[in-house]
């Protein structure tokens, strides 16, 4: 029997077929975002959101903390 991952958003909603989820990847350069692909949303380094409502909570919680001096990955990571 195969095992089907479950992908919860950041707010906790956990994924429904018809959702229209964003992925996300965060560096210390910026936040790439992308469409949902079932692959790279199981990579660790992705963060997964269920829609446009999460993804602009992130960025706008991103922009945020880059105003602040010598941010790094790992801190801008435990934010979110």
């Known amino acids: 029997m195969a095992v089907t991952p479950v992908f919860t958003c950041l707010c906790g909603i956990q994924k429904k077929s018809t959702n229209h ?3 996300a990847s965060v560096t210390p350069s910026g936040i790439t ?5 079932w692959k790279l ?3 660790d380094d992705i963060i997964v959101l269920c829609g446009e409502g999460c ?3 992130l960025l706008s919680r991103a922009l945020g903390e880059w105003k602040q ?3 790094t990955e790992r801190q ?3 934010a979110v």
């Open 41 to 43: 949303a199981q990579q």
């Open 69 to 71: 001096p010598a941010q």
């Open 76 to 78: 801008l990571a435990v």
């Open 21 to 23: 989820w964003v992925l």
């Open 33 to 37: 975002f992308m469409p949902w692909d």
């Open 55 to 57: 993804s602009s909570a």
